[in-house]
């Protein structure tokens, strides 16, 4: 039943993302939104929900500081998953499709919005793993730290929505909605009503939480049936499900060309993940959210995803372009830290790295 459960719930979180790349351009079009704005803050906050309301969740209502020291752990490798496995992830997907692309597995990106997001990345979340460094009595000053982060994020929201409108109808599909509307069928058959677009991508945004959950309760089943530790299920396979909508929209967009949205889906998630969900931690599990034994190897992951950024990244600043063979890179550092957990797991790296409930 739990196979069938996982199947079926991959099969809606496809569905789902397929449904919000097409509606979320849509509703960037009719906004008048320029693509990094669409890709970045839009499409990166709509498909981030699933990954994010889990340890918001546990944070707020969970019972205990065991559950708060795994939501932390989740606050801290999602933006780890986007810069090491949906990198790599989407690299495979460019490869993929090199070979019908004139410039082969150089991808079309608009450079400035990946470094616009990528700064504001860095910036944020260096500054929230300082916070975990910080004495445990200065409780005030993580709340300084919080405030800190949201501005750095309103602040970079603002940046993309005064951008210059860059998607045109021309480019994209047709709404796959539309055909529910009559109305705006006979008036208009290329441009959907507004409403109709909203209704798509709420849709779609409730088939990706839905499939999410009902994955992540599945692979959670399967991994006790297993006999996989509970380590290795909250940094390892949770994160991998609750990253799929990530992945999924960025392979669509990158099947159909249009890479600066694939990426600026996953850089966008890395800035909104690295502050929303860690002023949560900050503000309701303040003393959660410091580096001690036992809670080093997931902060070792922010590690981890700065150098695995900075080795994708610097070089496209370097060369002005992007290749799909970059972002390979990404899965050996996934690789990397995935030694480091089992070793961690096994007590292998002693006990500042492998024991204690908060690793």
Do not use: C
């Not at 020291?69 to 989740?74: F, K, L, N």
Request: aromatic residues 8%.
């Amino acid at each position: 039943m739990d196979v069938v459960i996982l199947v079926l719930a991959f099969v809606v979180i496809l569905l789902g993302a397929e449904l919000f790349t097409n509606g979320i351009e849509w509703f960037g079009r009719k906004l008048g939104l320029a693509e990094g704005a669409v890709g970045s803050v839009l499409a990166a906050v709509g498909t981030a929900l699933p990954e994010t309301m889990i340890p918001i969740v546990a944070i707020l209502f969970g019972a205990g500081e065991a559950s708060r020291d795994v939501a932390v752990g989740a606050v801290l490798g999602a933006p780890f998953m986007l810069a090491t496995l949906a990198m790599f992830v989407t690299g495979v997907a460019v490869l993929i499709v090199a070979r019908k692309r004139e410039a082969g597995d150089v991808m079309p990106v608009d450079s400035g919005v990946l470094a616009h997001d990528m700064g504001y990345f860095a910036l944020a979340y260096a500054i929230a793993i300082g916070a975990a460094f910080l004495p445990l009595e200065v409780v005030w000053l993580k709340w300084v730290v919080a405030a800190v982060l949201l501005a750095i994020y309103a602040w970079y929201v603002k940046g993309h929505f005064e951008a210059d409108p860059s998607v045109d109808a021309t480019d994209l599909a047709p709404l796959r909605f539309q055909r529910l509307d009559p109305r705006a069928r006979r008036a208009e058959p290329t441009v959907p009503r507004l409403r109709t677009v909203n209704l798509q991508v709420l849709a779609a945004l409730a088939f990706i939480v839905v499939g999410a959950i009902f994955f992540v309760g599945a692979v959670e089943d399967l991994a006790t049936h297993l006999g996989v530790q509970e380590v290795l299920l909250a940094l390892v396979i949770a994160p991998i499900a609750t990253e799929l909508p990530e992945k999924f929209n960025s392979i669509i967009w990158v099947r159909q060309g249009k890479d600066t949205l694939a990426m600026g889906n996953i850089t966008g998630a890395m800035v909104f993940q690295s502050t929303i969900p860690t002023v949560v931690a900050l503000l309701f599990a303040s003393s959660t959210w410091h580096v001690a034994p036992g809670s080093t190897i997931a902060f070792l992951s922010a590690g981890i995803a700065f150098l695995s950024s900075a080795a994708i990244f610097i070089p496209m600043a370097r060369a002005g372009r992007l290749r799909g063979r970059g972002l390979l890179i990404g899965g050996l550092f996934y690789l990397l830290y995935l030694g480091l957990v089992v070793a961690a797991v096994s007590g292998l790296l002693g006990p500042a790295l492998g024991s204690g409930h908060a690793v």
